[in-house]
Structure formats: structure tokens, C-alpha cells
């Protein structure tokens, strides 16, 4: 027939600006992009190459300051850009639906979930009362909520993260729309709610026969629903290819260096952990708990144990890897064995000494052995302080590193150690990268001699290559200065590579403990299996 | 949630005896019954029977904390302290140190007070919300920055400019309505019309500016993007969805104004001459009667922690985050 | 005329201690990129630089009317200040009652008795108002041959600041007369056209105060004869003190209570959350109406300790503000006490406590240089709302005293006069413009460092590139 002439979507030599009309920043240059009824496109790119602007422009709901300053979208060959814009409200909805990454706050917060499907159906498909209601709660059921009836009366903040994102795909498939835009639906949530979510995507749009462009930066995702991948640099477009000849072999340079910097779930050969190394440190039953008030009294009834009953322990040099999803405890029980939480019970040994029963004056002399280093690199620095002050201030607090001129040459050796430049100590925290603020942080920790580094998600933050990078770093410091590392991670991938021996953590316990060849090739525990099964793999066809 | 709510209502009661050790202090410790005295009986010539007189009249010649004259219990009970605090606590305000009844005052010149302050709050309501609706709606605009000029400038100008130029233009030049007074019943209105106006006038530049700021930090958000991908209209987006939103800030900060509406506003009733609760307080600022102005201070403090305690109410009523929990 | 030496009223002092702590805060600010960063913003807008222009010519009238000599010219002593001297000629030739601006015959008719005995009622020549002249007709070419001279003055002095400006902005613009045209553009890199034009006009009225004032009352007289120019400068440096000074008095509670309370938590967070609930929970108006009673009963019963009129006066605006600050020092508290509550979970807070850094030292380094922007932002906001306090308590005899110079008391003496005819409307209008000119300074001002030094509306507002970018490509 006629329309399969033309593409669902067509958009042609878009351009997107920011700033000033004299001196533009571009963000989106020169876009072609088509996708076919029934087919699914995937937008790859890394933070900033303007994936998400993309799917903006598309829909006309760019910020204030971005503006369109060329090309066009054409939907069933129809040009969006000119259309007035309240015919652009019939198409926005009806004919093109959007899921946006974080459900939490994309869902307005006091009205009904049943509402804000319901006010979709009453625009595009002047749908009213008794059949509304029906249709509402059909919708529910179609993406996986139980008791639809008594849902649609309730609000996003009594839905879990899970069904918020189910939620949002019901309002977005509530207009029945040809093509649906999905803006990374899936980077909010866990592996195991990742794949439930990617599989109801996928079936919806395959019963419905719609176009879908997906947006994502992980590779994983895109292999799982993709027809075609296109990938994104810089706001240009670096390939498009269909998903077999793209995953076997990426024709631009760029794309082949963001597949090699993938950490992947494979074994690894040479890097073998020290052998009969001491014990460095030794949790024993560590509880952390959290009360829950209630009452007029706000006495406090039970007690959440995010720490339940964990033991583990880790050799002077070795790298032990905890992974579990979010909410499972792992950063509580980082936190709780640097003692920056209180213990409720159980003992924490570093070379012996029980740290759980250290005075804060005693245990402050202790610090310099246990360091930190956290996900969030912008949060981890103090933005009003000089870079060259951030590393200094573990030493001046423990009384190390001599004089003053001294602490600065030691702080300028720590830079470059890291790999950044000496003359970046007198810098803010801002004028630095993801990937740059993540070395500060980690020259920080270095600076008062630490033997054991905790760190807390240090590259879930970063793009893949800078995570690559950081990642050799570590490993790097490791070898040279013989460090040890509890390294608290959500990604499989990242553990395989770095990682001695792996602690799978749920819901406050320790499932299962080992080495890396153990856990990850031949897990004991149905929750870790369940973890592993859920990782998209790349190369094994999707379910 | 009703236990938040009787949480909340406790916290009140503490509060409540902080406020009373306040002014006790200010009022009976800072200075003496006997300066109290003096200054009502006259500075220069005033002999200590007089003094001791008037403060057994009005039961001031008690000791503050601790009476020793008296036995057992009641050495800490029968205390200046603990009888004003008991007074004050069961709503007896006695008599003013002029001689009148508190009470019968307070009750008589309630009406006028909120005559006049309730309209003006809906008013002023009503005409900021609408104003930064539509600023908000046509942001960026030029009627959006001449709104702005607007504001800025209403704030600067002080509120006596407000009373004293409306008085002068409307009541004296245009002689549209009485200058001041008072009537009671249908007639009030002609004395309403203008103080209701001007206090109105002079609070809204800075609430339109404060709404509009919450309208916009609103449609920020992303679930007005999300709206708008929806495909809803703008008028929609605004209305239903932001509104709904921006409300729950804005209510709450109204609703905790609410019981302050029966103390009146002390200086437009002043001007006006209205003989509501704003103009009984200057007055008995002006004839320095102790006695009124501390009742005044705890009526003021009370209604305020009501009003606290009507804002929790609200949160509870108007989002279903605190509601539902 | 000045017998006795320099009096340095406690008012006075507290000002100077507030100019020094500014001009501290500023070489500190020069060295620290992230204190100087907001408020290059801040000048970088043409309509807070010159609004900054007419606070800091209020702020110097007030700083002049604050150095006090002795004096003890009449019967009596008294204490007058540099500003005083400065307007010698306004002070010290008062009429007799109302007059009303530029006139040279009193605003009430008074019985005069003619030489040959009869009475009449007349409008009588004022004593010192056009008192040059020989004939009044000849005021108007007076008035105007002496403006226009005015007018050339602040002219004058105009285009040299032009000149200077140019003279700094030479080089950038190759050339003095390039320089000019880059400034009357409003092509510089400093907003120089805004602070020049605010400059301009400000020497305009200069020039024709520098003119005119000494030969009329170019604003009329009040009621005992005081002319109404005088009163209402003398009224700036009440004005800016209690804009400033409250908050002055009250911050350094506000910041100990409130991050003491966010970082410490349990007990100290109650206690502190306690008292300034209580304290907020008293309606202001009244605390300050009792703080006022209190404070007239204390000073009638102990009027022999105040030395002077003046340094009572002094001591009640001292204590006016002291109350103030007491009823605004909740709401600052409040919300330091909720930004230290977020500040202290923030991950360089733990990374302290990890390296071993001992809670004062958190405090210093980590939590008092991000809380700064609150105070910052608040002592601005606050400064225009106390201002105009200033007039309405004042109006109902809880404000300064009655014999201290106050657009309050300029209001409160006058308002009952409009209803004369003709209205004497001169007193009102005067202390209202002279009021409303720096709120309106300092609101536009107060506007432009909200809008540098608070992060959040920066991210609302989205104006970098950066950040936007951020914002919309998620991660």
C-alpha cells in the first residue's frame, strides 16, 4: 500500500542549538534518521551526544533554551515542524507516545494513576465514563499491575519502582500511538526490573505493530531490543546498522572503541589474586539497623536490618567485589564497616583490632587505613574548596606529610599518580570531568597511605571508556602499592574484571560468597542465577 | 496520620508554656508589679498604699514564683506564676488595668477585625493567584517583565502610602467613601469598601512574585513535560496539572494566616478607624495597659500555633504523600 | 561651634563594625572564585549595578551623619554629626512653622501688628526661605537662573565620571573616544552605562541641592519649622541602620543555633527547633509592642543615666533593632538548619569523617562557606522589609524615638495635615520618595544577588549551556 512507501518517522538534517544566536553551542548536527511501522531503532550514545534532545525535537517539547535551526521530522509524511501548535497537541499522545527515564518524578505526584491515563483516552480517543473506566483499568492489566480496579484509585507514591515504569507505558500506550519514544525507561531500575520492563516494551510493540526509538547508553540494552542501532557522538550520528552486522562488527572507530571499553562477563586469564595473603580485614556478623518510629510517641516499634548477620573478609592485596541490587544493603554495610554509621552489633577487625569498640578519639587515628571512595564525584567534593586543599585535608586531619611545603609536593605527586596534572591543584572540583573528579577522589583517599580503599559504586556514574579507564587505574594502584579494595558495585561486568572474589549481597544478607569463577560461572544461589540471567547478553538471542 | 496529627497537637502544648514563660517574664520580672503601678497611678506623686492597693486589686501582690507566707502545695501554687498561667490557659483574661473587661472587649471587637481581614485575604487570594497564573502562562514575555517592574514597585512603596494616598485621593478628594469609622450591620460596607482595597493592594506585589516563582519551579518538573507529551492542551497543563501542584505550597502558607485574621491588622484598623482587635491593641499600647497587651501577645501566640496546626492539617487534605502514608 | 571632641554613640560604633566587616567579607570575596564568581554576576546586570549605585550614595550619607562631635553652641549640649555640619545652613535657620516648598511666605496667615498700631492677618515673610530676594516676583527667574547653574554642576561632574571611565576602559577599546562610545553603547564589559546614568542623575539632584537649598526649603518646612530636605536625609542613616544592623544583630545566633542544630541532630536539634518555634509563635508586631512598653517604663524609671537626649535616642534604635532581630533570626535559623540537614548527608561531609577531620573543622570548612549564600541572601531580602518596618511601627509609637529623625516619624507627624487645605502634603511626599527610592534600590539589588548566589534558581533558571545539556540527556 501507499505507506509503506513512506518510513513512520523520518527526521532529516536536524540541527539543534543552545546559547546565544551569534555564538551557538550545537547540540544535535545534522540528524538523519528513519524508522519503519513494526520496528525498533536504538539510539546509542554517552552522556551529552544529544540522544535525548533527539527524541525532544522530535516531539517539539525541547527546553527554552534549545532551539530547532534546521531540518525537519516527518511522520507518515507529514512535516512536524510546521504544523501549528495545537495540531501538534493531537500528535503528541495519539500518534507519537513517550516514556521518559525516571518514572518518580515524570508521574504527577497528587493525581491518580487511573487519572493520568484516563485524561489521555478522554483527548485522543474521546473515550467517557463507563467505557473509560473500563478501558483504564484494561490498560493497567495489559502492562502487569495487579488488581488494575484498585490501583487506578491510588497515586505514584504508593507504587514501587517497578510498577511506576509499567505505569508510565500504560499512559504512554493509552493514545495508541504508530511510534512510542522510550528514553532509557530502563536506567532507574535494577538488572531484574530492567529485563521484566525491556520484555513488556518489546512485546507491546510487536502486538501493536508500532515504531519504537529507544534511547540508551548500554549496549547490553540495545542488543536486546533493537532492529537497528544508531550511534550517537557528539550530536552526530557516528553508524547506523542493523543489529547483527553492528554487534558483529562496528564499522566506525568510535563504536568499536566503546565496545571494547565494555566490561564484560567473561573469565578473564592472567590476573590471579595474591596468594596466602594475611587477612586484612575481617567483618563478623555485622548487624546495621534502622529504626521505625510510629505513634504518637514516634517510639520506635521494629527495626529495619539493612546489615543482617554479615561476615566476610579480605586478604592484604585482594580485591573482594559485593554486588546486589539497589536496596540490598551494600553501601549501608560500606559505610557501617568505616564506621561512618552505627554498628548495632557484631565486629569489624582491621590486622586484629576490633573497630566496632574503638572510642571516636581512637578511631580517628585508625581512619588513614580505611579510605572511601564514592559513586558520586561532584557530591564527594566540597565545590568551594581548592583541588590542591581536598587531597591535603586527609593529611592535615591525621598529621602526616610534614610540613607545609612539604604536604603541597606530596599533593602534586598524588595528582600525577592518579594521572592528572600537578598544576590541577589549584583548581575547583567544577572545572573537571566525571572521570577527572573520580581520580581527585581517589588521589583524596590515597593521600593518608590507606591499606583498604571501600569503594562505593566509583564508575556507575561514567560513561563506558571513562569507566574503563578508572577501572585500570585501580588495578594499576593495586599492583603498585599493594592495596586491598571492597569494591561495591550493581554490574557483573565490572566484577569480573576487577575482582578477586565476589560476595552476592539481598536484601541485608550475604547469598553467597567465592571467587570470581565460582559465582559468576557456576553460582550456587537461585538469586544470584536469577541476577545473572538477568544481564543482557550480548550475542545471545533475546527471549 | 491521626497520630501525626495528635503528635502535632502535643508539640503545640510545650510550645504554648514557652510562650507564657515569655511574656511572664517580660511583663512581671523585667518590671515590677510596682512599675506597673506607678505607671498607671501616675509618675511623681503616689504613695506605696496606693501601690499596694492597686496591686491587690488585681491580685499582683502574690510573689512571682515561690510563696513562702503560704502552706504545704500551695507555696507553689498560690504564686503570681501560676495563677496569671491558669487564667490566661482557661481564657480568663480579667480586666484591663483601666478597669475593663478583657473578655467582653475581645468578643465585641472581634467582628470588625474580620470584616475587614477576611475579604482581604480572599481577595488578595483570588487576585495574586490570577495574576501569576497569567504571567506564568506568558513567561518571558513583555507583559511578564513589565509585571515584574510592576511588582518590584508596589513592594517598594511603603503601606502607609497605600492608606494614607487612598485616603487622601478616594475618601478626601473623590469623597467616594467616609475617610474612617465604623458602622455595624449593611452599613459597614461604605466604611469596608477602602481598607479592604488598600489592605489587599499592599501585600500583592510580593505574592504575585512569590506564586509566580512556585508556578514556574512547577512547570520545570517533569511531569509537566510528561503532560505535555501527552498531548494534553497548554490551558490543561496549567490548570489542571500545575496548579493542582503549586496549590499545596500555596495553601499552606495561607492557611497558617488564617487565625492571625482575628487579631486584625494594627495599622490599617488604626487608620480607619475601626474599632477592631489591630486598633484595641494600639490602644492600650498607647495607655500602656499591661494587661491587654499580654493578653494580646497570648491570644497572638495561640491562633499562631493553630495556625501551625491547621498547615499540617492542610498537608494532610491537600497531598496525598502525607495523607496516604 | 565644636567645643567637645568626637562622640562615638553606640550606634555609630555598631555601624562601623558593620562597614568593617564588609570590607573584611570583600578582601576575602577578591581571593575566593566562588564568592566572586556570584557577584560578578551580580554587577555583570545593568539594574543591580545601578541600583548598587544609590544604596552606596544612601550608605554614605549615612556613614557621614554618623561621625558626632559635642557641641554646645546653645543653652544646652547636644551632640551634632559631620552630615550636620555639612547642612549647616538647613539646620540652623529653621522657620517657624509649616511652609511649603521653594516659598517665601509662611503656609498660615499670622497676626502681625503694623507700624501704626493696627492689626492685620497676613501670609509673613519666612526668615530664611527666599529671604534674598527683594521682591518675590522675582522667584521664578531666580529659581531657575540657579538650577540651570545646578544642572551645569551635576553636569558637569557627570562627564568627568564619563571621562574617568573612559580613561579606564582606554586600552580594552583602543582610544578615549572609542572608549566613550563603547560606554554610551552599553558595550563594555562592566556595566559602566548603568552606573553612570545612576551616577548622573544622582549629581543632577546634587547639583540643584547644592544650588538651591541654601537660599529655599526646597522641600517646605514641618510644623515647628524644620526644613523637610534636612529631616529626610538626616532620616538615611535610621533607614540603613535598622535595614542592617537587625540582621547584623541577629546572625550570629542564627548561624551558631542553626548548624549546630542540622549537624549535631538529637537534643541540640529539639532544643533549638523548641525555641524557635516559641519565639516565632509570638506575633511580631506584639513582641516588639512589648519590648517597646518595657523599654519606655525602664527608661522613664532610670532617666538620669542617659547623658543626652541623643544618646537616648540612640540606645531606643539599638534596642528596636535588638527586638527586631529577635523576631526575624527564626526564619534565617529555620532555614539553616534545614540546609545544614542536607548538607551533612552530603558525600564530602562523609569523606571528612572518613579521613579523620574533627567535627569543629567540618564545620569551618565544609558546612559555615556553603551555608554563606543563605545569609547572603537573606541579609539583602531582608534589609528593604525592615526599612519599611521601620515606618509602620514607628507610626504606631513602637518604632524609634520620637525625637529621632525617621521617615516613620516624618509620616506619622505629617498625615494628619493633608486634611487642611491646602494640603500640606510636602513632609509625606518627601519622606515616601525618599523611602521608596531605597527600598526600590535595594529590592532590585537584593533580586540580582538572589539570582547569583542561590544554586537552585540557577538550575531552574538554565541559562548555561552546561547544564542544560546535562539536564535533558539525563545520563
Known sequence: MNASSVPLLAVDGLRVEFGPAAAPAIAINDLHLTIERGETLVLVGESGSGKSLTALAITRLLPAAARITGGGVWLDGANLFTLPSAAMTKIRGRRIGFIFQEPQVALNPVMRIGDQIAEVMQRHLGLRGAELRTRVTDALRAVGIPEPERRAREYSHQYSGGMKQRAMIAIALAGEPDLLIADEPTTALDVTLQAQILDLLKAEQRRRGMGMLFITHDFGVAWQVADRVAVLKGGRLVETAPRGAFYRAPRDAYSRALFAALPKLERRASYERPLAAPALLEVENLRIEFPIRKGVFRRVVDRVRAVDDVSLAIAEGETLAVVGESGSGKTTMGRGILRLLPLAGGAVRFRGEDLAGLSEAALRRRRRHLQIVFQDSYAAMNPRMLVGDIVAEGMVAQDLGGSRAARAARVRELLEQVGLEPGHAARYPHEFSGGQRQRICIARALAVEPTLIVCDEPTSALDVSVQAQILDLLRDLQQRLGLSFLFITHNLGVVAQLAHRVAVMHRGRIVEQGTVEQVLFAPAHDYTRQLLAAVPKIGAEAT | ?325 | MIQGGLVVLASDACLFVLVASALAYWTIARRHEHLRAPWREVWARPAAAGAAVVLGFFIAIALVDSIHFSTRDEAQDDVVSLLDLALESLRTHPETSYSAPFATHAYSRETVRLPDGRVHREYPRLVSGGAHLVAPTERPADIARRAVLGLALGLASGALALLGAACVERRRHGGLAAACRAIVGGRTRRPWRSLLAVGCAIALLLGLGIALAPWYHVLGTDKVGTDVLYQALKSVRTGILIGSLTTFISLPFALALGVAAGYFRGPVDDAVQYLYTTLSSIPGVLLIAAAALLLDVHMSRHADTFDSLAARADLRLLALCGILGITSWTSLCRLLRAETLKLREVEYVAAAQALGVRSPAIIRRHLLPNVMHIVMITTVLDFSGLVLAEAALTYIDIGVDPSMESWGNMINAARLELAREPAVWWSLVAALVFMFVLVLAANVFADAVRDAFDPRLRRVGAESIATLAQETSHR
Not at chain 2, 496529627?5 to 518590671?31: D, E, K, S, W
Not at chain 2, 517533569?222 to 498531548?231: D, L, S, T
Not at chain 2, 495599622?267 to 491593641?281: D, R
Request: one cysteine or more; a positive charge.
Open chain 2, 1 to 325: 496520620m491521626s497520630a501525626y496529627l495528635i503528635r502535632r497537637l502535643l508539640y503545640a502544648l510545650p510550645i504554648l508554656v514557652g510562650v507564657n514563660v515569655i511574656t511572664f517574664l517580660l511583663f512581671f520580672v523585667v518590671n515590677t508589679p510596682d512599675d506597673m503601678a506607678r505607671m498607671q497611678l501616675g509618675e511623681r506623686h503616689v504613695t506605696q498604699e496606693a501601690i499596694d492597693k492597686w496591686k491587690a486589686e488585681r491580685g499582683y501582690d502574690r510573689p512571682l514564683f515561690w510563696n513562702g507566707a503560704a502552706s504545704g502545695f500551695e507555696q507553689a501554687t498560690d504564686t503570681l506564676f501560676i495563677r496569671s498561667t491558669v487564667r490566661l490557659f482557661t481564657f480568663d483574661f480579667g480586666r484591663s488595668d483601666g478597669g475593663r473587661d478583657i473578655g467582653g472587649d475581645l468578643r465585641q471587637r472581634m467582628g470588625p477585625s474580620l470584616a475587614i481581614a477576611v475579604p482581604v485575604l480572599l481577595l488578595q487570594l483570588v487576585a495574586a493567584l490570577g495574576w501569576a497564573l497569567v504571567i506564568a502562562w506568558l513567561r518571558g514575555s513583555r507583559l511578564d517583565v513589565a509585571s515584574a517592574l510592576v511588582c518590584v514597585a508596589m513592594m517598594s512603596v511603603s503601606g502607609l502610602f497605600y492608606i494614607i494616598g487612598g485616603q487622601y485621593l478616594v475618601a478626601k478628594l473623590w469623597r467616594l467613601v467616609p475617610i474612617s469609622g465604623y458602622d455595624y450591620g449593611l452599613a459597614s460596607i461604605k466604611f469596608l469598601v477602602l481598607p479592604v482595597v488598600i489592605g489587599m493592594l499592599i501585600a500583592l506585589g510580593p505574592n504575585v512574585r512569590w506564586y509566580r516563582t512556585i508556578f514556574l519551579e512547577e512547570m520545570g518538573r517533569e511531569y509537566v513535560r510528561m503532560a505535555r507529551a501527552k498531548g494534553l492542551s497548554d490551558a490543561r497543563v496549567l490548570f489542571v496539572h500545575v496548579l493542582r501542584n503549586a496549590l499545596i505550597p500555596i495553601l499552606t502558607g495561607v492557611v497558617v494566616l488564617l487565625p492571625s485574621l482575628f487579631l486584625g491588622a494594627l495599622i490599617t484598623e488604626a487608620f480607619f478607624a475601626i474599632p477592631g482587635l489591630g486598633s484595641y491593641t494600639i490602644d492600650a499600647l498607647q495607655a500602656q495597659d499591661f494587661a491587654i497587651v499580654r493578653t494580646m501577645v497570648f491570644l497572638g501566640s495561640l491562633l499562631y500555633i493553630v495556625g501551625l496546626l491547621l498547615t499540617d492539617l492542610s498537608y494532610v487534605v491537600a497531598d496525598p504523600r502525607v495523607r496516604l502514608q
